[in-house]
């Protein structure tokens, strides 16, 4: 999710992009050479399992009996998403579980698809917008609008006449995603946080991806500034200690501007420049990962 976390359950808008560089398939236990990864997979999903089979609409709208069938005869999900990143890895499990075993009363569109897969993918993070699995089950760039209709699109990232580039920081921390969630959502609770992300952080976001979509650098720059330095000052716990010094230099420098990917916490970040060499300072220190 290039934009979006934690603003999207507030109503913003949103913007998912697929990241092909990574993979996920389903496997069997017996052909597989990575048996710790494999067997923890199994057992992961045996949880989920019965997580589904405590709601009634899962038992109806999926075929649960096949699910459990197959996971005592050694079905697991061999995936290089890496976990606890940002990077979808519980929306493409996710997506894959609606994938195999949805039945015929399972909805279908995309609008009904989306609180379906949400309530799912809660029980990996205790809450969820349901994006991030519709992205990884229609393999698309999806956008959420101000309306919260929700489209497949042409890919930004596809367009490098804009000069916006897009970079993966991989921090290699770890991170709770619920543990995240939890916290934000009682900042919710305090009207003085919602107040400045109603007024402030929404509009800048739903900005950003308008402007990103049209390829107004310029723009999309001044309200890119407005998400980092907000999530510097009011997203504590999400920001890792070890990156706020490189976060504050390029705000204060406007050479780029990061911002969280997914939860934040650890796993990667995002970072937004016009050229790649003011990143050098970062890439000295941590992995860069092109996104266009």
């Known amino acids: 999710m290039l934009f979006g976390e934690y603003s999207l359950i507030c109503n913003s808008m949103g913007l998912v992009v697929p990241f092909r560089s990574v993979s996920a398939k389903w496997d069997w236990m017996d052909q597989s050479e990575e048996v710790s990864f494999s067997l923890k997979s199994n057992t992961h999903l045996r949880d989920?399992?019965?997580?589904?089979?405590?709601?009634?609409?899962?038992?109806?709208?999926?075929?649960?009996?096949?699910?459990?069938?197959?996971?005592?005869?050694?079905?697991?999900?061999?995936s290089t998403i890496p976990q606890g990143y940002g990077a979808g890895s519980s929306?493409?499990?996710?997506?894959?579980?609606?994938?195999?075993?949805a039945t015929d009363n399972t909805p279908r569109s995309v609008d009904d698809l989306r609180p379906f897969l949400a309530g799912m993918e809660a029980f990996f993070h205790g809450n969820s917008s349901g994006i991030d699995p519709i992205s990884c089950y229609l393999g698309e760039t999806v956008l959420i609008d101000e309306?919260?209709?929700?489209?497949c699109i042409e890919n930004p990232l596809s367009d490098t006449n804009t000069g916006i580039q897009v970079y993966l920081i991989d921090t290699k921390l770890p991170r709770e995603t619920t543990k995240l969630m939890r916290h934000f959502e009682a900042q919710l609770h305090h009207y003085s946080f919602f107040k400045k992300l109603r007024d402030l952080f929404i509009p800048a976001v739903n900005q950003t991806i308008q402007h990103f979509r049209n390829g107004e650098s310029d723009l999309f720059f001044e309200a890119m500034k407005t998400i980092s330095t907000f999530e510097l000052n009011y997203f504590e716990p999400m920001v890792p200690d070890e990156m706020r010094s490189f976060w504050k230099q390029g705000a204060d420098s406007a050479n780029y501007f990061m911002k969280l990917c997914g939860s934040g916490g650890g796993g990667y970040l995002l970072v937004f420049t016009t050229d790649e060499t003011s990143l050098q300072n970062i890439a000295d220190n941590f992995e860069v990962i092109p996104l266009n």
């Open 48 to 78: 989920f399992h019965r997580f589904l089979e405590t709601k009634a609409d899962y038992c109806e709208m999926l075929d649960l009996s096949l699910m459990k069938q197959e996971l005592e005869t050694g079905l697991y999900f061999r």
């Open 91 to 101: 929306g493409a499990l996710v997506a894959a579980v609606y994938q195999r075993y």
């Open 147 to 151: 309306n919260g209709n929700i489209r």
